[in-house]
């Protein structure tokens, strides 16, 4: 008897502490009104919508991290990420989809914050709707785009985002090949590394890594998310009130949340996330209909395949799985810009495998680029990452062949004309497929991945 009321006292003093933590918390999150007199509004399908954003918001980074994360400058006041989190109305699943900053969209008429001036319906770049409406010209577009009803939003900035992986003790992730940003500084060796707050940062905002770019850093971002909830429900956060209690605070710190997104949804959240795993969650970007998309007065955009959109989004509305058990396929075809067959390649081995030279300029010429079939021997024999060395002219047929060999570097060389080196490294596996761009012709579905194929090996 005594051992059961010691119990019941425990277990009734853990919940206790639990919801005073997250209700006091409540009165302290920052508070949005992002459905301020919206009207006709998508119908609710089954299921929680979150709009997920990160903002480039930077007030409380100190001087210390502005320096070492190499986040100076000016921010531009808009959404660098956006994602839609799909909660299942069993609670057993979760999936994101990732929408491109980039993607071309038509933002409905409103007020712009900036110059109070009244707007009709006009295009834009998706993460700029934020800099003209906020959050709620944010909701009614994508809600417009995705013809799903959002039922919350919710806002991070970096250094909400520091502050729950420093208190998470870090995160995991492992990369088969180097990864260096100049532009954010992150330096990575191939292989596992635990990141904490400000180095997950750099990894997750690097989009100049390859010829991937903004597509590149969205799969980055799935598979940092995939390995923050690994590491959250495999650590017993959800299950011990203190450790609870002090994520809670890092990460409703510095959030902004619309009003009904408050104690009774974080708990219900945190309950159902008990029995999460990285099997419970999937992740995808929405499918992509044509590349550079050119806008006039405002640049280059990513247009949807809007028909797979829908199929897509329909999914979410009826809460179906995107994913089930099925064997790996092949990677689809990278697109390029460029047909290889216009792209002139000189090859050289870098290591001292012998051979290595001629199984690179054979893999490339069988991917259609235009090799000179006499690969030589490089300089240097200690090359780790594969080297694409080109002249800046030619800056697009680097990004295709770039694309052909995942993890490579490119590196301008000014006056070296119109044929591409590549320095095979120790790090080459193989050449991967490319295919042009035609604007006629939709963008292969994007492929829809589970967490737990998206974490390292043995994690």
């Known amino acids: ?41 998508p119908r609710a399908g089954h299921g929680t919508n979150i709009l997920l954003v990160g903002t480039d918001g930077r007030d409380k980074i100190s001087e210390q991290q502005r320096q070492a994360y190499h986040l100076g400058g000016a921010p531009c006041h808009c959404t660098d990420t956006i994602m839609i989190v799909h909660i299942s109305e069993d609670r057993n699943r979760a999936t994101v989809v990732s929408l491109p900053r980039d993607s071309y969209v038509e933002v409905p008429e409103h007020v712009d914050l900036n110059s109070g001036q009244r707007h009709g319906p006009h295009p834009l770049k998706l993460n700029a709707a934020y800099a003209e409406g906020g959050p709620q010209l944010t909701v009614r577009t994508v809600e417009g785009m995705t013809h799903l009803k959002i039922d919350h939003y919710l806002e991070v900035d970096f ?59 969205m799969k980055r971002q799935q598979k940092f998310l995939a390995a923050l909830i690994g590491r959250a429900t495999s650590s017993g956060v959800l299950l011990n009130p203190i450790r609870f209690r002090d994520v809670t605070r890092a990460v409703l710190g510095s959030v902004r949340a619309d009003e009904g997104f408050g104690a009774d949804e974080l708990l219900d959240l945190g309950r159902a996330m008990r029995t999460f795993s990285p099997s419970s969650s999937e992740f995808t970007t929405v499918p992509i209909g044509q590349m550079n998309f050119p806008v006039k007065g405002i640049g280059s955009t990513l247009k949807w395949n809007q028909p797979a959109a829908d199929k897509l989004f329909q999914s979410l509305r009826d809460d179906k799985p995107l994913t089930t058990d099925r064997p790996k396929s092949a990677p689809a075809p990278a697109t390029v810009e460029v047909d290889p067959h216009q792209i002139k390649v000189q090859v050289e081995n870098g290591t001292a495998t012998s051979g290595l030279g001629k199984r690179v300029d054979a893999a490339l010429a069988a991917a259609g680029f235009a090799t000179t079939r006499l690969p030589v021997a490089a300089a240097d024999h200690a090359v780790k990452r594969t080297i694409v060395s080109y002249d800046p002219r030619w800056d697009r047929s680097a990004r295709s062949l ?44 994007p492929s829809v991945v589970r967490g737990d194929e998206e974490l390292c090996s043995g994690t």
């Open 402 to 445: 770039a694309a052909a060999l995942p993890g490579s570097e490119l590196r301008a060389v000014p006056g070296q004309g119109a044929v591409l080196k590549v320095t095979a490294g120790a790090d080459f596996k193989a050449v991967r497929k490319v295919r042009v761009a035609n604007p006629a012709e939709p963008e292969p579905s």
């Open 159 to 217: 250094t909400s985002f520091m502050k729950t992986v420093d208190v998470l003790g870090g995160v995991t992730i492992c990369t088969p090949t180097p990864l260096k940003d100049s532009y954010t500084g992150l330096d990575l060796t191939a292989g596992t590394h635990t990141l904490m707050g400000g180095q997950a940062l750099q990894y997750v905002r690097s989009r100049h890594l390859d010829a991937a770019s903004d597509l590149g850093r």
């Open 1 to 41: 008897m005594r051992a059961a009321t010691t119990l019941s006292v425990v277990v009734l003093a853990a919940a206790g502490i639990g919801h005073a933590v997250v209700s006091s918390l409540d009165a302290g999150i920052a508070r949005v009104d992002a459905f301020k007199d919206m009207k006709n509004r």
